[in-house]
T-cell receptor, first 114, second 112 residues
Framework: AQSVTQLDSQVPVFEEAPVELRCNYS??????LFWYVQYPNQGLQLLLK??????LVESINGFEAEFNKSQTSFHLRKPSVHISDTAEYFC????????????FGSGTRLSIRP | GAVVSQHPSRVICKSGTSVKIECRSL??????MFWYRQFPKQSLMLMAT?????????EQGVEKDKFLINHASLTLSTLTVTSAHPEDSSFYIC????????FGQGTRLTVV
């Protein structure tokens, strides 16, 4: 079975500041890793994913995450945030044998201050 | 990417009635679909795995008789909340896919 830990329930940052949202996972098998974003009163959107290959993955809106197998981490970073990045961010994991069965972390609320 | 459609997006029902939520994979076949529940300001909790042509697999703590799941075709899974109560009010989301999961838009259920 897999599990995900997001230690920070809320991260407040100023606009244009860098941010890192932490994510650690636990699994006895090889995994796929994901970050999803949920804007207020909306559904889920896939932000980025790690399936294989390069351990650094990027999204189209400037976020990146790095898969670190030795530290079992998949932290999400952005060098300069915007007000529009205000949302709930969920780290998620699935086992490779049951790839579409996604287990979510508890979420981190990113709030951007002007 | 693939599209998963969920209907309805919002539903309000009276306590004691049953509500059916549909999840459809529009451009691919899904032998397996998943149902999640999200309480306000909380994460998504996996409720059950819907298996086409066989019984659903429920996660620990989820009442099978309360949340009926039917996966009668390769493109449709339904979740029926039976004898709904106010504590069943929540956001329900389905997903389907192979290597990557695609999520429906979600259904906000309010039981009054």
């Amino acid at each position: 079975a897999q599990s995900v830990t997001q230690l920070d329930s809320q991260v407040p940052v100023f606009e244009e500041a860098p941010v890192e949202l932490r994510c650690n996972y636990s699994s006895s098998v090889s995994v796929y890793l994901f970050w999803y974003v949920q804007y207020p009163n909306q559904g889920l959107q896939l932000l980025l994913k790690y399936l294989s290959g390069s351990t650094l993955v990027e999204s189209i809106n400037g976020f990146e995450a790095e898969f670190n197998k030795s530290q079992t981490s998949f932290h999400l970073r952005k060098p300069s945030v915007h007000i529009s990045d205000t949302a709930e961010y969920f780290c998620a994991v699935s086992g490779r044998s049951s790839a579409s069965k996604i287990i979510f972390g508890s979420g981190t609320r990113l709030s951007i201050r002007p | 990417g693939a599209v998963v459609s969920q209907h309805p997006s919002r539903v309000i029902c009276k306590s004691g009635t049953s509500v059916k939520i549909e999840c459809r994979s529009l451009d691919f076949q899904a032998t397996t679909m998943f149902w999640y529940r999200q309480f306000p300001k909380q994460s998504l909790m996996l409720m059950a795995t819907s298996n086409e042509g066989s019984k659903a697999t429920y996660e620990q703590g989820v009442e099978k008789d309360k949340f009926l799941i039917n996966h009668a075709s390769l493109t449709l899974s339904t979740l029926t909340v039976t004898s709904a109560h106010p504590e069943d009010s929540s956001f329900y989301i389905c997903s389907a896919g192979n290597i990557e999961a695609f999520f429906g838009q979600g259904t906000r259920l309010t039981v009054v």
